[in-house]
């Protein structure tokens, strides 16, 4: 499991300093690309020498606890599933400090991510070097 750690800015809470529920979205999203990038894939280069790019087709996002201004937290990245054009993650937003107490997971998201072309936007198949070197956690 990939771990990525997090902290909450007061930019990414609601008026009463708690982590405003699209931006796990975004933690997640930066843990993934993290993840990406501790294969050695950066995404840019995958869009200009590759000709692709990924986006999210869907994701189911549970809330659990709230995250709090200053929280330190951790995102963790699990590859499910990986197919011809499409990848499914499982991640976890989990606070490691002390306040929330450590290790309580506070979020959960399924998130399937389609490869597509990066001009036509279209499906198009993960290239074959990066879809034998990303190893799936079963």
Request: hydrophobic content about 35%; aromatic content about 4%; charged content about 20%.
């Given at each position: 499991m990939f771990l990525w750690p997090v902290r909450v800015y007061y930019e990414d809470?609601?008026?009463g300093g708690v982590v405003y529920y699209a931006n796990y979205m975004k933690f997640m999203e930066r843990a993934r690309t993290e993840w990406l990038r501790g294969y050695g894939f950066e995404q840019d280069d995958l869009a200009k020498r590759e000709g692709i790019i990924f986006?999210?087709?869907?994701?189911?996002?549970?809330?659990?606890?709230p995250a709090r201004f200053n929280?330190?937290?951790?995102v963790s990245v699990q590859l499910k599933e990986k197919g011809a054009a499409t990848m499914k993650f499982f991640q976890q937003?989990?606070?490691?400090?002390?306040?929330?107490?450590?290790?309580?997971?506070?979020?959960t998201g399924a998130v399937r991510l389609a490869c597509l072309d990066a001009t036509t936007l279209r499906p198009r198949r993960i290239p074959e070097p990066l879809l034998t070197e990303i190893v799936c956690d079963r």
């Open positions: 809470t609601d008026s986006a999210v087709r869907s994701i189911d996002v549970e809330y659990l606890r929280d330190l937290l951790q937003v989990i606070s490691p400090g002390t306040n929330p107490p450590p290790g309580d997971v506070l979020c």
